[in-house]
């Protein structure tokens, strides 16, 4: 079996070469193809699903955000020009590099976020808010349950995640898309059993709170808000 230790090479060199020309292009504005604009969009609305959370919850001002997994800022960004401050991460330099770029590019310098190369399991610091979205798919189910585990212990109040659920329907779809693989597509992906996910989050202490899900052609995603459990 491959180690996990395996998969965070493979991810940060893959996003450090040309993956990274490939997703900086879906997560930006310029020209990509069907395919490409289609995961675009996908992946767009589940960050606009967490936006709209926090904007039903009122003044984003001043709260503390640990952004894991930030790619190139497409919800860093937004978040600190609503007023919170966050802490940006991303296992590929290059991600962090061109997310801190377009930050300064678009945010007064005393809100642009704070950014670092480093992987999940590395990640430290308290903050009021955790969010994780579309990284899950990078590891393996039995790594799943540490990350959760790390990152509830970061999280004070609330951590937010996503990952591509495994169903049937996307199990088979996955198998089918592992035929025709491309020169980009380098990465292992992983799909999680719903029921697996909510375990994790019910033995780190947490309850889901809200919910959504994403499935374009070629993008899905299930997303889950986590608050603690109170008495």
Not at 79 to 106: H, N, P, Q, T
Not at 120 to 146: N, R
Request: net charge negative; with cysteine.
């Amino acid at each position: 079996m491959t180690s996990a230790t395996d998969d965070k090479t493979i991810v940060r060199n893959y996003f450090n070469a040309q993956g990274f020309d490939r997703w900086s292009r879906i997560y930006g504005d310029g020209q990509v193809n069907k395919v490409q604009r289609d995961i675009r969009e996908g992946h767009q609305q589940t960050v606009d699903h967490v936006l709209y959370w926090f904007k039903q919850d009122g003044n984003a001002q001043g709260l503390t955000v640990c952004d894991a997994g930030c790619g190139v800022g497409s919800l860093s960004i937004p978040l600190a020009e609503m007023g919170a401050v966050v802490s940006a991460s991303d296992i590929s330099e290059k991600m962090v590099e061109e997310a801190s770029f377009r930050a300064k590019e678009l945010l007064p310098p005393e809100s642009v976020p704070t950014f670092d190369a480093q992987d999940l399991e590395t990640l430290d610091g308290s903050y009021h808010t955790v969010i994780c979205l579309d990284v899950l798919i990078h590891y393996p189910q039995e790594k799943a349950g540490d990350m959760i585990a790390h990152l509830s212990s970061l999280a004070e109040d609330r951590l937010i995640l996503s990952f591509a659920p495994k169903t049937p329907f996307y199990t088979l779809l996955k198998r089918i898309g592992e035929f025709f693989p491309g020169p980009s597509k380098a990465t292992r992906a992983y799909l999680h059993r719903e029921a697996d996910i909510r375990a994790a989050l019910k033995a780190n202490g947490w309850q889901i709170k809200r919910k959504e899900f994403t499935a374009t052609q070629f993008y899905f995603s299930r997303l889950f808000e986590a608050v603690k459990v109170t008495d």
